[in-house]
């Protein structure tokens, strides 16, 4: 066991250098700082609700439709009669967007008719604060509609209330879930589903690919510097070997992985405004947070799948013979996650066909992108199958490893770059 050890403090002792060591802290950094500059920019912007109003139209209605839009954004008034003045004028003022009042507008609505409103769209970077201005034209519109509709039930209905009129029906949202009803917009609970299904393949992944190109790159550095044989005639097992470079892989692999996803998780509670924090205190509140036992069985499962793609990436790093062709080791396995990720936003697993099923599930990475929803919807018969499928092919895994480590394929493998003649 000692002499396990000694392979595993080796191992990482060559693992980790000052461009790991700078990339780690800087990855926390980037996020952390992308984050709250996209929050700051966000707020600014939020606050920055311009809006420019050509009043052509000095009528009752026209009237309102300012009043309307004052309510909702900080109004300045353009002047001119053509586009081409309100557009100039606006510029000057730096406005992005601009309503104009055409001069019939009252007159139309008084006689029955529609009546438009221009809005007039400047785009001058198309950066951030056009692309987020550009959702209050969805609104204007709206806003403008709702505020005329009202005068005009004003006008026939004098003792009712125009929003009853405009919406006698309010819904009021039921969800049924984990054999309980929640008093709660639906959209609420699918999109926090949705954002910890995100999280969980991030992990996954992140931890696959360190993982996987630190054992493929370690072993293809040893081939092409013929120091592995000089390992091989020490004491030391080929089994023990292998596994310490799997352990000092998995280990440096978590912390990345962790720094990683607190940096990101910054980013994101951040940059969304905490809507994330938000979103995760109703769950709470409605019995969408996994508990003890639940996280415990999601990393079991973790550990599992991560397993599974190392022993993957071990088998096939045994053939290679350099680093350059060590991205060989770990393209099959990237498939392997890519494949459910992509999956998991298009199609929805329990409506697929038995066969289809089967054929999913025999894919190991599939199982921990799926807890999450299976765990909270009590599928319990399919989380267990699960475990016990990883371990089943984990099994299967090592014992191919040790039938390879007994003959002498480690010295001897074939895949690699060849140098042609002639360079």
């Not at 920055?48 to 050509?54: D, H, I, K, M, S």
């Not at 055409?102 to 769209?121: C, L, Q, T, V």
Request: aromatic letters at 10%; charged letters at 15%.
């Amino acid at each position: 066991m000692r002499k396990f050890f000694a392979l595993v403090k080796k191992e990482l002792k060559e693992l980790i250098n000052a461009q790991l060591i700078v990339s780690f802290g800087l990855m926390i950094v980037i996020f952390q700082v992308v984050g709250r500059i996209s929050q700051t920019e966000t707020r600014k912007l939020a606050q920055r609700q311009e809006l420019g109003v050509a009043l052509q139209d000095a009528g009752i209605y026209g009237t309102k439709v300012k009043e309307a839009l004052s309510s909702a954004f900080i109004v300045f008034e353009v002047e001119g009669n053509q586009e081409t003045q309100w557009i100039e004028n606006a510029s000057q003022q730096d406005l992005r967007h601009i309503v104009v009042v055409p001069s019939d507008f009252s007159e139309k609505i008084s006689n029955g008719e529609r009546a438009k409103i221009r809005i007039y769209s400047i785009a001058k970077t198309l950066g951030l604060r056009e692309r987020i201005q550009k959702t209050i034209l969805s609104s204007i519109v709206q806003r403008v509609s709702d505020a005329i509709s009202s005068e005009l039930i004003k006008l026939k209905t004098a003792n009712v209330d125009p929003n009853f009129i405009k919406n006698p029906v309010e819904p009021d949202e039921f969800v049924y879930i984990r054999g309980k009803v929640i008093n709660v917009q639906s959209e609420i609970i699918y999109g926090y589903i949705m954002v910890q299904s995100m999280f969980i393949p991030i992990i996954l992944f992140l931890l696959l690919v360190l993982t996987s190109q630190m054992i493929a790159t370690a072993m293809g550095q040893e081939k092409e510097n013929k120091t592995l044989e000089t390992l091989l005639t020490t004491p030391v097992s080929r089994l023990s070997i292998i596994f310490a470079k799997m352990l000092s892989s998995a280990l440096l692999a978590v912390l990345f992985a962790g720094a990683y996803m607190y940096g990101f998780r910054g980013y994101m509670t951040t940059g969304t405004g905490g809507a994330i924090e938000q979103a995760g205190a109703i769950a709470k509140e409605v019995g969408l947070i996994l508990p003890p036992q639940g996280v415990f069985l999601f990393g079991i499962t973790i550990f599992l799948a991560l397993i599974t793609g190392l022993l993957m990436t071990t088998i096939i790093s045994l053939f290679i013979q350099d680093v350059r062709s060590a991205q060989l080791a770990i393209t099959p396995v990237m498939i392997l996650v890519l494949i459910p990720y992509m999956l998991s936003f298009v199609v929805d697993i329990s409506e697929l066909s038995l066969s289809s099923k089967i054929l999913l599930y025999a894919i190991p990475f599939v199982h921990p992108f799926y807890f999450y929803r299976f765990y909270m919807l009590g599928h319990t018969t399919e989380i267990a199958l699960g475990l016990v499928y990883l371990i089943f092919v984990n099994i299967v895994l090592t014992i191919v490893i040790l039938k390879l480590f007994s003959t002498d394929i480690l010295i001897t493998s074939r895949i690699g770059w060849k140098k042609r003649k002639g360079f």
